[in-house]
């Protein structure tokens, strides 16, 4: 750049000191300027190509991703929102960060219920002895250490909410079962892979048919999933075994518990499945379980926010976005430990290639997504003053599969702004993604749905699969041997060269929101999606 203004001294010298009639000093010194601007354009190009360079070669070559994952994931563990994990991962970030040169601190936004998970045993001891695969469920009361021993019962068929009633006190001292037997343990690709087709076609019948019936004695028994627990507990059941199978091979889904004072577990398909057809066969198998927790009363619950301030324009705002927290059936590895290495690790690249971005870039880490996106939530109503300058968010928050679409969530002249930092993109990591513009704005489902609501331009970058929702997504086999580290640096690479492009930009995005279409539910105009107020205190009750 000092070349350019050297030229242009020298164009301003020759402009004085010419003696040739003006109007050919006034034709000179527009081609003098036309050259100037051109030079300038190219140089400004050659920049942003070396920095852009540098970002990919930095990603590609010096990359901590492994690293990162092995310290949060497995030194670390599950992140549930009330544990003592979840605070070693907030304090273990802002030291990452700080390590970086980058400001970090936790923002506290509410509070929780404390919980921490100590040993599961479930094992079946009538009228064999078989260890029996699964786990005690979220927030769950502790048993003593010698456990409940008990005979299991599984859920009658009833015609009505009467009998079901009549039925209800024969739990007193027993385990009860309620999930269905499921028809197969088998996915159903795995089924169309093998199968004959009349066989596949059968399979499916059958399947429906056992989930119909389930169904409709569910509502029968005058209860639902949630409210049957806790009938059964006040009926004096002294522990409730499920089975929430997530369609895949050894996968189960595992949430919180809904007792208040017994054990309740979640059992794996095939065990489940076996103890199940032994009632069912009068074998009165009996089940031991011992489930240690610990309850530690409300805790505080936080947000982990780092900093790398805008030098130009300090008051307009870049986030870089992912949910902290998990559920602990795994250690939460997709979702969301490798949106959130994702983001630490775009971090730790833009301080040491772009320390000094025209507009301020922030990570932020939001507690509590799971129970509701709490903790952006809670972001967005804290800090008005950032959310009403935002430029951009890029939030990453569905599993390790590289991004592969991106919508404009309503906006729209997104296409104007993130077509052109798209183009910065290389065509290695840019070719895999479908993008849709304007879009629709989000309503849930992740962080961004948070700012999207406020009115500000937040985008989902998201992934290709990897058979995310049936093998990973809250499940007991979230972990650190389901990540695609490939995929992984992949979104690392667009998210920094998106992030810069976005800084360096000229302009203001713009927040002009597209008329959304009718919605055919209601069969009105949509209406674009407000904010929603966080839970502050959870788990209180």
Not at 102 to 120: C, L
Not at 291 to 308: H, R, Y
Not at 312 to 340: C, Q, R, V
Not at 396 to 416: K, M, P, W
């Amino acid at each position: 750049m000092d070349l350019l203004y050297t030229i242009w001294d020298i164009v301003h010298y020759l402009q004085k000191n010419l003696t040739t009639k003006s109007s050919e000093i006034m034709n000179f010194k527009i081609t003098c300027t036309a050259v100037f601007f051109s030079i300038t354009a190219l140089v400004q190009a050659q920049t942003q190509q070396e920095v852009v360079d540098a970002l990919v070669k930095e990603a590609s070559e010096n990359s901590q991703l492994e690293e990162l994952a092995y310290e949060l994931l497995e030194g670390i563990g599950p992140r549930l929102v009330g544990t003592p994990q979840m605070q070693q991962a907030h304090s273990w970030a802002v030291d990452k960060f700080e390590s970086w040169g980058i400001s970090a601190k936790n923002e506290q936004w509410g509070q929780w219920k404390g919980w921490e998970r100590g040993i599961t045993h479930i094992d079946m001891v009538y009228p064999r002895v078989e260890t029996i695969s699964g786990t005690q469920l979220a927030w769950n009361p502790s048993t003593s250490k010698k456990g409940v021993t008990a005979e299991l019962v599984i859920l009658p068929t009833v015609a009505n909410s009467a009998a079901f009633e009549n039925w209800l006190p024969s739990v007193k001292g027993k385990i009860v079962m309620v999930s269905m037997k499921q028809t197969t343990g088998r996915p159903e690709a795995n089924w169309k892979e093998y199968a004959t087709e009349e066989s596949f076609e059968k399979m499916k019948k059958d399947k429906a048919e056992a989930e119909r019936k389930w169904r409709e004695n569910m509502e029968n028994t005058g209860y639902d999933r949630r409210t049957i627990v806790e009938a059964l507990e006040k009926a004096g059941a002294v522990g409730i075994v499920q089975s929430y199978w997530s369609e895949g091979f050894g996968a189960n889904k595992i949430f919180s518990a809904y007792t208040k004072e017994i054990p309740m577990v979640d059992v794996s398909l095939e065990d489940y499945g076996m103890l199940y057809r032994m009632v069912e066969h009068d074998a009165k198998p009996k089940l031991r379980i011992v489930a240690e927790s610990k309850d530690l009363g409300m805790v505080p619950t936080f947000n982990t926010i780092a900093t790398i301030k805008g030098t130009e324009k300090p008051e307009e705002y870049i986030i870089l976005s992912a949910h902290f927290d998990s559920w602990d059936g795994g250690t939460g590895a997709t979702d969301n430990g490798t949106g959130t290495i994702t983001m630490m690790e775009a971090a730790r690249i833009l301080k040491k290639i772009y320390p000094n971005p025209k507009r301020t870039i922030i990570v932020g880490l939001w507690g509590s997504e799971e129970q509701g996106l709490n903790g952006s939530r809670a972001y967005v109503e804290d800090h008005p003053e950032i959310v009403s300058n935002i430029q951009a968010v890029f939030n990453q928050d569905n599993g390790t599969g590289r991004v592969v679409n991106l919508s404009g969530q309503g906006f729209l002249n997104a296409y104007d702004y993130l077509g052109s930092w798209l183009h910065a993109v290389p065509e290695d990591v840019s070719k895999h993604i479908e993008t849709h513009f304007p879009g629709t704005p989000a309503r849930g489902g992740s962080d961004y749905a948070s700012f999207v609501a406020a009115g500000a331009p937040a985008f989902s970058l998201s992934s290709l699969s990897w058979a995310y929702w049936n093998y990973t997504w809250h499940t007991n086999l979230d972990t650190y041997d389901k990540i695609v580290f490939d995929d992984i640096q992949n979104n690392v690479i667009l998210t920094v060269i998106l992030t810069y492009m976005a800084s360096e930009d000229p302009d203001r995005t713009s927040r002009v929101k597209s008329v959304l279409p009718i919605d055919k539910r209601t069969g009105e105009p949509g209406v674009w999606p407000t904010p929603r107020q966080p839970e502050r205190n959870g788990g209180a009750n």
